[in-house]
Structures are given as C-alpha cells and as structure tokens.
C-alpha cells in the first residue's frame, strides 16, 4: 500500500461522522484522488485544519487496493487564495472549476498540464482576473488536454468546411457543423465568425494566456466550452 507525496487542489469535501471528512483531490501526479481524512476536523499535527475547497495543499496519501478508499495521512495548506473568496463572481468562478474537474476526470488519471491550468487560473482569480474571460482560457486547455476539444474549422461530422458566417455547432457532435451536416438535426447553437475565431487562436497559439478575449465575447465563447463540458460530462459513467 504505496504512499505518495504531490500538491493537491481541494474539489469536494463530505463530512464523515463528526471529525472526519472524504475529499476530492485534484493531485499533479496522480489524478483526481478521494480520500478519508480522519480527525481532520479536530486538532490534529498531521492537517493543517479542516481542508477548504479551492485550496491548494500538501498531501501525503496512502493508496488502498482496489475498491477501497485511499487515506489522507498528511495535510499542509500551501495556498487559500483568498482573493477569490473576497468576491461572489470570483467564488463561484472557482467552484465551477472545481465542479468541472470532478464532474469531467475519472479517477486516478494524472493530467499535469491541467493541474497546473486549474492552478494558474485559481491564481488569476485571486489577484483579481476576470472570471468568465479565466473560465473560458481554463475550459479551452482543459478540453484540449483530455482530447475533448471542439472542431472549429472542419466539420465536426464529415470534415466539410464550415459556412463562412454563422456556423450550427453541436456539442454531441463535437463542434461545428458544415449546411448539409446540420440540415439533418434541428436547434443547434449558433456561432458567429468572431467567437469561432477566439476559440480557435485559444486552442491554437502556443501562449493561450497573450490571446485577448473581447468582453462581449466572453459568455458566448464560455456557452460553447461549457456546452462541450456537459456533453461529455454526462457520457462518462458514474463514479
């Protein structure tokens, strides 16, 4: 039974009985974990103090065989950023992060690059970044990195171009749909040329972070990742 030292992101928390809690651990190295902290909620040298939701800790986890729940031995809080629980928009940009991340990976499938995606924009949030234009900039790597990303310029049915304007685009497809494509269905979203373009340069330039996103663009574009987001949150079986 292998213990394991990594950075985590807190996810969910459960309270177990009255000192224990079961957590959700977005770990750099090993995925998301779920763990029994026992006593976190009491005095206890080993944990820092009950373990907050968007912090980032310091654990030391002792893996179990399959089927039974790990155990979180050691808890060092290394960041609470309290920046983001200075403001409702930003709060609840953060748990929509959290959300995300524990609705969308399956457990024990490490994904650095979106640890540290979720980490940089847990940090954005803090100092004060806007949270919907952070949204859209963490949902466009995460879905790059779990190979979930929507097609934006072929479509995502036959490999067609898609219209030039406006283009139908349909999350359970996987992106945009070319006219013939999208006469077969009917109340597909629709994307103007500008969102689409926004989207591409995000999943495309090697520095997402320097790609501007124009206000008014901001929730269309977070529409599209979110709708993607639900489409293949609901395909993976329950955990």
């Given amino acids: 039974m292998p213990e394991f030292l990594d950075r ?19 770990t750099r190295s090993r995925g998301k974990v779920r763990a029994l902290a026992k006593g976190i909620k009491r005095k206890n040298p080993k944990f820092s103090g009950p373990a907050d939701l968007l912090a980032e800790a310091e654990v030391l986890i002792l893996t179990r065989p399959r089927g039974a729940m790990a155990l979180l031995l050691e808890c060092d809080l290394l960041e609470f950023f309290p920046g983001i629980r200075a403001s409702r928009r930003r709060l609840l940009s953060g748990l929509h992060l959290a959300r995300t991340l524990d609705r969308l990976l399956a457990d024990e499938e490490p994904h650095p690059d979106a640890f540290d995606a979720a980490r940089e924009t847990l940090s954005a949030l803090d100092a004060g970044a806007p949270p919907v234009e952070s949204l859209v900039r ?17 479509c995502a049915r036959c490999g067609a171009p898609p219209p030039a304007g406006v283009a139908p685009y349909d999350p359970a497809a996987g992106g945009v749909l070319c006219a013939p494509c999208a006469e077969a269905g009917r109340g597909f979203a629709r994307l103007s040329p500008s969102v689409r373009q926004t989207l591409l340069s995000l999943a495309t330039f090697a520095r997402p972070e320097r790609v501007r996103i124009p206000a008014a663009e901001a ?16 395909a993976r079986p329950p955990l």
Avoid: M, N, Y
């Fill in 8 to 26: 985590a992101l807190v996810l969910r928390r459960w309270d177990f009985r009255e000192t224990s809690q079961v957590l959700a651990l977005f």
């Fill in 138 to 154: 963490f949902e466009t790597t995460l879905l790059k990195t779990l190979g979930f990303a929507p097609s934006l310029d072929r």
């Fill in 219 to 234: 929730d269309a574009c977070h529409a599209v990742l979110d709708a993607a987001i639900r489409h293949h949150a609901g």
